[in-house]
């Protein structure tokens, strides 16, 4: 399939079309003739803004006047503003055009001519018809293209290009800000909502430092590390820390992008519930837990300092009253599952692993 080129062509309209609006002739040495595509909107656009928060931008200058209308869309971009309009007459669109000719401001009406096609622009031209309006004075350059109520306004940032960095510019999270600092040298790209209380964080790297000083300090703030991933070079792809319930997730996928996941993950308690009627294993540490809620059952799992443990929680529930009612050994006369019972509740314990005891308390019928 033939790659379709487009080209610009501009024409004039009469002045008679909107009184009072003065349209230039451009030279054939003028930017505006025959722009490439590159020319048109080409900027990396940011958040989107809908609704409420879909409004004229305020750090645009006071020098280039609202398009009156309702703004749909705001897109904050590198190189311009994008908005999409709705309920823009024919009548506003001619005023606001006005305004911006009394303000100095000089409009440019331009016609699209699609190579291999017949060049119609002259009829359009006669019947008053374009396809945008290249707005510009000094520093300041819009385009404007509206349709049957619809309109959408670029407004480029060439002339106030600090104040709209600043104004579009990520800012790490506010409720993050008094417990978990951003890292040093690596500018944010890109935030994310995780869950309720929680973010997926990138940013991009000044120094291949970055990550170890992030780390560094996560470890001398009380996080300790959970867990770590290594990938096929057998080198740290992810970092698992814990400082609390504050649980930060390091990645490190690719040159020059560190990310970061932050979220709140309450470590296991045990279940209130049980009272003091099943006590909490000593010297076990909570890794899971898991109510059932079709049978009431719980099903927790903790991790043993060591082999003593078993065998001292079993005496524990039989000085409560618990009575062992089966037992099952390996081979070597270690215990693998052994359950116990008072008149009302079953307490069923098994050896998953050197590392991992299972705990079921369920109720008798």
């Not at 909107?41 to 200058?61: K, M, R, S, T, V």
Request: glycine fraction near 6%; proline fraction near 7%; aromatic fraction near 10%.
């Amino acid at each position: 399939m033939n790659e379709m080129r487009w080209t610009w062509l501009f024409v004039l309209l009469p002045l008679i079309l909107i009184p009072g609006c003065a349209t230039r002739d451009n030279g054939p040495d003028s930017a505006l003739d025959n722009p490439t595509l590159e020319e048109l909107p080409d900027g990396e656009f940011g958040d989107f803004l809908f609704d409420e928060a879909a409004q004229w931008p305020e750090y645009i200058p006071d020098d280039i006047p609202p398009l009156p209308g309702t703004i749909d869309t705001v897109m904050p971009g590198g190189s311009h503003i994008r908005m999409f309009y709705s309920n823009v007459s024919d009548e506003m669109i001619e005023d606001y055009l006005k305004l911006l000719v009394q303000e100095g401001f000089d409009l440019d009406y331009r016609i699209l001519v699609q190579e291999g096609f017949p060049d119609n622009s002259e009829e359009r031209r006669q019947r008053g018809e374009y396809d945008d309006i290249v707005i510009t004075k000094g520093e300041y350059r819009m385009t404007l293209s509206h349709y049957e109520g619809s309109a959408t306004y670029d407004v480029y940032t060439s002339g106030f290009q600090e104040e709209a960095r600043e104004a579009t510019a990520l800012k790490w999270p506010e409720d993050l800000v008094n417990i978990l600092p951003p890292p040093k040298r690596c500018e944010l790209a890109s935030i994310n909502p995780d869950g309720s209380s929680g973010y997926h964080i990138s940013c991009k790297r000044e120094d291949a430092d970055v990550d170890q000083d992030y780390l560094e300090m996560l470890l001398s703030s009380g996080f300790q590390i959970e867990e770590e991933f290594l990938g096929s070079d057998n080198e740290v792809t992810l970092h698992r820390l814990r400082r609390e319930d504050l649980v930060v997730e390091l990645s490190y996928p690719f040159d020059p992008f560190f990310t970061l996941r932050v979220l709140e993950d309450p470590l296991p308690s045990w279940p209130e519930v049980f009272g003091d009627s099943i006590p909490m294993p000593s010297r076990c540490e909570l890794s899971n837990i898991i109510p059932t809620l079709d049978d009431g059952d719980s099903h927790i799992s903790c991790q043993p300092a060591d082999q003593e443990v078993l065998t001292d929680y079993i005496q524990a529930l039989v000085e409560l009253g618990f009575v062992e009612s089966h037992r099952w050994e390996n081979n070597a006369g270690e215990i693998m599952i052994i359950d116990l019972e008072n008149s009302q509740l079953e307490v069923s314990i098994m050896v998953n692993s050197p590392t991992s005891l299972g705990i079921q308390v369920s109720e008798l019928e």
